[in-house]
């Protein structure tokens, strides 16, 4: 069973960046599939990356794409997800889980964190 930790959230402007972490512990991380996702107050929670265990297969939904980027280090048990030209509708929880599906989904993933508050002002 993995158990995964974000951080790296925080207050920025709309355009702004952030780099959100992602750290794990147990030892199935690495033949784990790892989406991030977000939840917004009264919305549901939805997928914003998901990279493959392998690092070979990526995806992002076009709400993010080509502002997003997901990456792992299998080594360090570590997930990024780095967030660029951010909006105000991208004010959100983020989290990081860990998945055995392809393409990670919020039923199928599992080692939910506590999540970071990522607040975009305009």
């Known amino acids: 069973q993995v158990q995964l930790g974000e951080s790296g959230g925080g207050l920025v402007q709309a355009g702004g960046s952030l780099r959100l972490s992602c750290a794990a512990s147990g030892r199935t991380f690495g033949s784990s599939h790892v989406g991030w996702f977000r939840q917004a107050p009264g919305k549901e929670r939805e997928l914003v990356a998901a990279?493959?265990?392998?690092?070979?297969?990526?995806y992002y939904p076009d709400s993010v794409k080509g502002r997003f980027t997901i990456s792992r280090d299998n080594a360090k048990n570590t997930a990024f997800l780095q967030m660029n030209r951010l909006k105000p509708e991208d004010t959100a929880v983020y989290y990081c889980a860990a998945s055995s599906v392809w393409v990670p989904n919020p039923t199928t993933s599992s080692g939910w964190g506590q999540g970071t508050q990522v607040t975009v002002a305009s």
């Open positions: 990279i493959s265990w392998t690092s070979l297969s990526i």
